[in-house]
């Protein structure tokens, strides 16, 4: 049997990624390496508390090595990898509220949109298993902890994932540069719903799109004439919890 | 006379903000590096023809050495650095909508939150002469042409600015995570308004809240606290648009 890719996130970096893997204690942490330069800040003394035996100061130049970004923040945790969230689970929850990825790339960008649909109570975050960006040190730093709470489930193919999800109930919404609807008018919301990205510069790929419900832009008035995906994905989901809260 | 530091720019990476940089023709350009391994690219041929004598087609490596970030996509430009706005004349706008940093001081947060303010038809941004990042290369990519269009103001430090700003008849509203009033319910955003923004991390500094009219915060809906400073921006420049333009 062909070994499953898994979602990655066994290299945790940056205070409040690595604080929140260690408070949220929902997988076992191996070692958390913490900078000697960094020991007696505030979140860094909390860190080195909260992961007891496991804590492991170590010289600035020992842990540049251990890291793998350049915004480790003096700490580096080495734990379990994220499971894998099942699909299937995900479209079937009630509450359903899923954000699909279709191909983006940037850990940064990834990491962010994470943070940004945990902070909006999103249930799932969907990405493809080959094509897109999985959970790296650099994705762990930019969600800030999020990856410990939202599950990330992986998928075949967007188009067909969003299929299925159609056939269970859901909405399938799309965020296009040349949607319909603005995304302040749009009322699924408060439905079962996926929100689907497209990659950095390129948007939805065209079998992705046919397979939205429908597109939704976010209105500009300036002379860019759209978002970075990060900002759109924070925009579509907060516009989500919005109604769902109101 | 002591040199007034510039706001920067003068480097600009990456396809779209070179192109938006061509584009908008606000500054004299003096070269465009295109990588010969990228010039085939629909986006990179609109490029060269827009800088026509001016387009320098180097081999890649060549390419790295002039470039200072590694995002650059195949493109590097020259230009003259970007002019200081004034802020005086920025506050004494009819439709003042500024956005303030207060010492946030990453580069791919600066450019996203000027990207962001940009397409939410913001007039303005003010930043710390010192304390904060400037537009870097880095922050030429990440603000995607948008610092070609919106305004930027250094000033000797955010308080004082706040002050004058609300004497100029501008409401300051900083963005807080324990401010009393959500996002979505504070009716300023159709009056002359300036947003505030603290530091990744620590958040607005004591003395820039204790001027802020009032302070607003994004409602969130899991078990991450807050959201990326970046994050934030666009949802608070969006949320003026939205109610601006209904």
Not at 157 to 177: F, K, M, S
């Amino acid at each position: 049997m062909a070994r499953e890719p898994g979602v990655g996130g066994d290299q945790v970096e940056g205070r409040r990624a690595v604080h929140e893997l260690l408070r949220a204690g929902r997988r076992s942490v191996r070692t958390v390496y913490v900078s000697s330069s960094a020991v007696d800040e505030p979140l860094v003394r909390e860190i080195v508390d909260l992961a007891g035996s496991n804590a492991r100061v170590v010289a600035p130049d020992k842990l540049e090595h251990y890291a793998r970004t350049d915004a480790h923040q003096g700490v580096v945790a080495i734990a379990a990898p994220l499971r894998a969230a099942d699909f299937d689970e995900l479209i079937a929850r009630d509450d359903a509220f899923l954000v699909a990825l279709d191909g983006v790339t940037d850990p940064r960008n990834l990491g962010a949109i994470i943070r940004s649909a945990e902070t909006a109570g999103a249930s799932g975050i969907v990405v493809g298993r080959h094509r897109a960006a999985h959970v790296t040190p650099a994705v762990t730093k930019a969600a800030a902890g999020a990856v410990e709470h939202v599950p990330i489930a992986l998928v075949g193919g967007i188009p067909n994932a969003l299929e299925r999800a159609r056939r269970a109930g859901c909405w399938t919404v799309g965020l296009d540069d040349g949607g319909d609807t603005s995304l302040f008018d749009f009322d699924l919301a408060d439905q079962r719903i996926v929100l689907v990205l497209g990659a950095e510069g390129r948007g939805l790929a065209r079998l992705t799109r046919e397979r939205c419900d429908m597109l939704v832009r976010i209105p500009v008035h300036g002379h860019v004439p759209s978002l970075n995906v990060a900002a759109a994905a924070t925009l579509a989901c907060h516009e989500v919890a919005r109604r769902r809260h109101k």
